[in-house]
């Protein structure tokens, strides 16, 4: 079976852009969970969707949404980028609790 | 919130010698605590979870101990090879019933052949 998947791999933006970043779950898994790793430190919680419903929010200012769709993949949208949102964005898939099988990231660099 | 502390932040063992990293958690209502690894360029990888039901869980060269009363948990690696080098990840679940991992600041090991 294929694991999570997380489309773009890397992506180059300017300060006040806009940016959607795209993950797709394990199969038959419901629940998707975004975190932000800035270099050199653990990842941190953004959001969790669980049957296309909000379950979980961190501490991240409303710039930073997302949703999830019927077939369970999601997007994440970060609104007015800042230099300080490049980051590796990471999409993690589980049958529902936390956690579960993260996918490769996408890099965003804001410039 | 729930803080995560993980340490040491670096460490280097020679090949075949054991590992340990040690993290300690603050909300006692935790009850998941998962162990990721992280290779250079990849996500983190889950190799190790254990619950607050259980005292210790093993999975071949790799265990996992958690004491409840003291708040903290330990990852140990047996006969370490140099494929196991990478950044060791901590994390809980921030509370019984809580949707999100907090994460501890990673270990990174160096096994050196």
């Known amino acids: 079976d294929a694991g999570v998947t997380q489309s773009p791999t890397h992506l180059i933006k300017t300060r006040g852009q806009h940016v959607t970043l795209r993950c797709s779950p394990i199969?038959?898994?419901?629940?998707v969970s975004w975190y932000q790793q800035v270099l050199g430190q653990g990842p941190q919680f953004i959001f969790q969707?669980?049957?296309?419903?909000?379950?979980g929010r961190g501490n991240f200012p409303d710039r930073f949404s997302a949703r999830q769709f019927p077939n369970y993949s999601s997007e994440l949208n970060v609104n007015a980028l800042l230099l300080g949102d490049s980051a590796l964005y990471l999409c993690?898939?589980?049958?529902?609790?936390?956690?579960?099988?993260f996918g490769p990231g996408t890099r965003l660099t804001v410039l | 919130g729930e803080n995560v502390e993980q340490h040491p932040s670096t460490l280097s063992v020679q090949e075949g010698d054991s590992a340990v990293i040690k993290c300690t958690y603050s909300d006692s209502a935790s009850n998941y605590f998962p162990w990721y690894k992280q290779e250079l360029g990849k996500g983190p990888q889950l190799i190790i979870d254990i619950r607050s039901n259980v005292g210790e869980k093993k999975d071949q060269r790799i265990a996992v101990t958690l004491n409840k009363t003291a708040k903290h948990f330990s990852l140990h690696i047996t006969e370490t090879q140099p494929e196991d080098s990478a950044v060791y990840f901590c994390?809980?679940?921030?509370?019984?019933?809580?949707?999100?991992?907090?994460f501890g600041k990673g270990t990174k090991l160096s096994v050196i052949p």
């Open positions: 969707y669980y049957e296309k419903e909000e379950r």
């Open positions: 993690a898939s589980s049958l529902q609790g936390a956690g579960g099988n």
């Open positions: 199969s038959g898994h419901k629940s």
């Open positions: 994390a809980s679940n921030s509370g019984a019933g809580s949707y999100q991992l907090t």
